[in-house]
């Protein structure tokens, strides 16, 4: 399967725009980009065996959550609590284990019988016990390129879902502004267009504040 050219009945990511920005932005400046929502958002990076997690929450039930592994390699898992790839409220472990299907077992291990945590619960297999973080949406990054999960892509064909619509995909990724300048000013810019501001005063602190979230995470 081709990450960026497969095409199908459930969705395709030559035309989805978010996917092709974040496979253009090199894998150093998703995980600057990633450190910086992660502070903002209050979340305490995380080192799991092999990996760095940062995550992002919109406190509504939606995430992203991101595992920089040491060699190089990343998974991305989304989630959208209203979407039809929520198995959670289900409790469907097979199905979801399934998401997983075609991304290598030592990135799977970084959410396999973990700890549960505000972004990422767990389903359980009834007949062994064992755990995996839920997720609607499973991407993962090679070292060199990033691809949708086969076990994912193969669900959707079968019960004709929308993959990149029904796993939040777009939404869970916006904070991060892949494809755009991703700068204090622009994140200060946004928050006025969105009338977060109620004075130039306000504004200008806030301002100072992204810097000093910013600086923190230059390389």
């Known amino acids: 399967m081709s990450d960026d050219t497969t095409t199908g009945t459930t969705f395709d990511t030559t035309t989805e725009p978010v996917w092709g920005a974040l496979t253009a932005t ?7 980009r990633a450190a910086v929502v992660d502070d903002l958002t209050g979340i ?17 039930g939606q995430s992203a959550v991101w595992y920089f ?6 998974l991305l898992l989304t989630f959208d609590h209203e979407a ?8 469907e472990f097979g199905p ?11 990135l799977v291990d970084l959410v396999r019988d973990r700890p549960e945590n505000y972004e990422s619960l767990n389903l359980t297999d009834p007949d062994t016990g064992r755990t995996i973080h839920y997720a609607g949406g499973v991407f993962w990054y090679d070292g060199t390129r990033w691809h949708v999960a086969d076990g994912l892509v193969a669900y ?8 990149f619509g029904e796993s ?10 892949f494809g755009e300048d991703f700068t ?36």
């Open 184 to 219: 204090p000013e622009a994140l200060a810019a946004l928050r006025e267009k969105n009338g977060r501001y109620e004075s130039d005063e306000q504004r200008a602190e806030d301002l100072a504040a992204l810097r000093e979230v910013f600086a923190r995470h230059t390389a």
């Open 96 to 106: 979801q284990e399934s998401f997983y299907g075609g991304v290598p077992d030592s």
């Open 44 to 60: 305490t990076p995380v080192t799991v065996p092999g990996a760095q997690r940062l995550a992002w929450n919109d406190g509504g």
């Open 168 to 177: 939040g995909f777009s939404y869970c990724l916006a904070p991060y502004l």
């Open 69 to 74: 592994a040491e060699d190089g390699r990343a």
């Open 156 to 163: 959707c064909r079968e019960e004709e879902v929308d993959l």
């Open 84 to 91: 039809d790839l929520n198995l959670y409220g289900e409790d």
């Open 26 to 32: 090199p894998l150093a400046e998703v995980r600057r």
